[in-house]
């Protein structure tokens, strides 16, 4: 059974249709869902959440929703939180992508804004958090500050990189089932989307060997 309490109390997502949303960036979920138009974005979630188990793109979707939904302030520290999946939660960082985007999450501003820019310009392409401070830069709807202010990004590129950062968490599950972890990154999302910070979020552990 569906807990609709998982979806419920998401203060942080906009007040629009999920499926509006999800047309007005661009985004094109794979499940097949009957759902009403007017469905809230937690509606929305609900009926993909319904088709887990029984669709292998639905955890997906569900990531894509939230990239694209989730207020880029709380998209960029979801982003963040998956990006130390593979950094590590512990590490303390003084320069660097990750460094740079959580700054920029603790205080929004435009130096911090610019640093994450300069960040992204720095760093080597392999880098596991380079599109984190990309979100951080591309947050306020453009390509980047100063000369680059006036270009506008296109309608769900911002949503993309976030999501493009939260996939790149899987490269640590390791022995742990894709979708488990696809279903804590998912958890993570919905504590964010309700006022939380995600990382009361536990990390999967691998399933014990079976004993002899």
Same mark, same amino acid.
């Given at each position: 059974?569906?807990?609709?309490?998982?979806?419920? #109390? &998401?203060?942080?997502?906009? @007040?629009?249709?999920? !499926?509006? +949303?999800?047309?007005? %960036?661009?985004?094109?979920? $794979?499940?097949?869902?009957?759902?009403?138009?007017?469905?809230?974005?937690?509606?929305?979630?609900?009926?993909?959440?319904?088709?887990? #188990? &029984?669709?292998?793109?639905? @955890?997906?979707?569900? !990531?894509? +929703?939230?990239?694209? %939904?989730?207020?880029?302030? $709380?998209?960029?520290?979801?982003?963040?939180?998956?990006?130390?999946?593979?950094?590590?939660?512990?590490?303390?960082?003084?320069?660097?992508? &990750?460094?740079?985007?959580?700054?920029?999450?603790?205080?929004?501003?435009?130096?911090?804004?610019?640093?994450?820019? $300069?960040?992204?310009?720095?760093?080597?392409?392999?880098?596991?958090?380079?599109?984190?401070?990309?979100?951080?830069?591309?947050?306020?709807?453009?390509?980047?500050?100063?000369?680059?202010?006036?270009?506008?990004?296109?309608?769900?590129?911002?949503?993309?990189?976030?999501?493009?950062?939260?996939?790149?968490?899987?490269?640590?599950?390791?022995?742990?089932?894709?979708?488990?972890?696809?279903?804590?990154?998912?958890?993570?999302?919905?504590?964010?989307?309700?006022?939380?910070?995600?990382?009361?979020?536990?990390?999967?552990?691998?399933?014990?060997?079976?004993?002899?």
């Amino acid at each position: 059974m569906i807990d609709a309490m998982m979806f419920e #109390g &998401l203060k942080k997502m906009p @007040e629009r249709p999920g !499926l509006a +949303v999800m047309k007005a %960036t661009n985004t094109k979920l $794979e499940t097949r869902l009957t759902v009403d138009p007017r469905a809230s974005i937690g509606e929305l979630l609900q009926a993909l959440e319904g088709q887990r #188990g &029984l669709s292998l793109s639905a @955890e997906v979707d569900m !990531l894509k +929703v939230l990239s694209h %939904t989730l207020p880029p302030r $709380e998209a960029v520290w979801w982003s963040c939180l998956s990006a130390r999946d593979v950094v590590g939660h512990g590490e303390t960082l003084t320069e660097g992508p &990750l460094f740079a985007a959580e700054s920029w999450v603790f205080k929004p501003s435009d130096e911090n804004r610019r640093k994450a820019f $300069e960040a992204t310009q720095k760093a080597p392409q392999d880098d596991p958090s380079i599109l984190a401070a990309l979100g951080a830069v591309y947050a306020s709807g453009t390509y980047g500050p100063d000369d680059l202010e006036d270009m506008e990004v296109p309608p769900g590129i911002f949503g993309n990189v976030v999501f493009g950062q939260v996939l790149a968490s899987l490269d640590v599950a390791g022995d742990v089932d894709g979708l488990v972890w696809m279903g804590m990154l998912i958890e993570r999302g919905l504590d964010i989307a309700k006022g939380g910070n995600g990382k009361a979020i536990p990390v999967p552990e691998p399933e014990p060997e079976p004993a002899e």
